[in-house]
């Protein structure tokens, strides 16, 4: 069975760094793409990082494009989100998502999520 | 970036009712996918490559649609799909999704 476990998550002052981390299990890690997904409370889907499976490139949107790092370690089966220069609009659960890459672009899991507040 | 335009944000349906969700695109993409959310929980895929059915999904639920119009029906409404639904495209960079129809059930 397919399992992905956020943690990380927590309160944080505006400006500060946070890291997200996201334990993999029932399937062959190094096998697929990873991406963080959030969602703002009450508010819609926001991509937010996508990494290939070897870890060798990184895809970010504007929004988080030199602030967010995602990476990964396939040895532990575990995806990464260090978060620095955080605002108050990055506020929102952050969701662990498997993406699909073999001709669609898609996410097929995703895990319960991980809560980030940024205030002061 | 392509915009993807839901309506309607928010519908309610009886028991056994038809239900169509409209996903309008700012621009043409080449497939759509479709997640369900529920109250509390994270979004679970629901159907890929615009029409074929995630694992595990009921077949009153299918998916069609072409260009910038695509579309998510429910057959025949049950009190277990009230949730809200987001369409997604990849098509372009950015990846986005859509922003969301609520359904509940009457």
Request: charged letters at 15%.
């Given at each position: 069975e397919?399992?992905?476990?956020e ?10 760094s946070?890291k997200?981390?996201?334990v993999?299990?029932?399937f ?11 969602q703002?409370?009450?508010k819609?889907l926001?991509w937010?990082?996508?990494?290939t499976?070897?870890?060798?490139s990184?895809y ?14 396939n040895?532990?089966?575990t995806l990464?989100l260090?978060?620095?220069s955080?605002?108050s609009e990055?506020t929102a659960t952050?969701y662990?998502?498997?993406?699909i890459t073999t001709?669609y672009w898609?996410?097929?899991f995703?895990g319960p999520?991980?809560?980030?507040t940024?205030s002061? | 970036?392509?915009v993807?335009?839901q309506?309607p944000?928010?519908t309610?349906?009886s028991p ?13 993409v080449?497939?759509?996918?479709w ?9 679970k ?8 059915l ?8 299918s ?7 695509y579309?998510?029906t429910?057959n ?9 639904y987001?369409?997604q495209?990849?098509s ?10 609520k359904?509940e059930i009457k």
């Amino acid at each position: 069975e397919v399992q992905l476990v956020e943690s990380g998550g927590g309160l944080v002052q505006p400006g500060r760094s946070l890291k997200l981390s996201c334990v993999a299990s029932g399937f062959t890690f190094n096998n697929y793409w990873m991406t963080w997904i959030r969602q703002a409370p009450g508010k819609g889907l926001e991509w937010v990082a996508s990494i290939t499976n070897t870890g060798g490139s990184t895809y970010y949107p504007d929004s988080v494009k030199g602030r967010f790092t995602i990476s990964r370690d396939n040895a532990k089966s575990t995806l990464y989100l260090q978060m620095n220069s955080l605002r108050s609009e990055d506020t929102a659960t952050y969701y662990c998502t498997r993406l699909i890459t073999t001709h669609y672009w898609y996410f097929d899991f995703w895990g319960p999520g991980t809560m980030v507040t940024v205030s002061s | 970036e392509i915009v993807l335009t839901q309506s309607p944000t928010t519908t309610a349906a009886s028991p056994g009712e038809k239900v169509t969700i409209t996903c309008l695109a700012s621009s043409s993409v080449s497939n759509m996918y479709w997640y369900q959310q529920k109250s509390g929980a994270s979004p679970k895929l629901l159907i890929y490559s615009t029409s074929s059915l995630a694992s595990g999904v009921p077949d009153r639920f299918s998916g069609s649609g072409s260009g910038t119009s695509y579309s998510l029906t429910i057959n025949t409404m049950e009190a277990e799909d009230a949730a809200t639904y987001y369409c997604q495209q990849w098509s372009s960079n950015p990846l986005t999704f859509g922003s969301g129809t609520k359904l509940e059930i009457k």
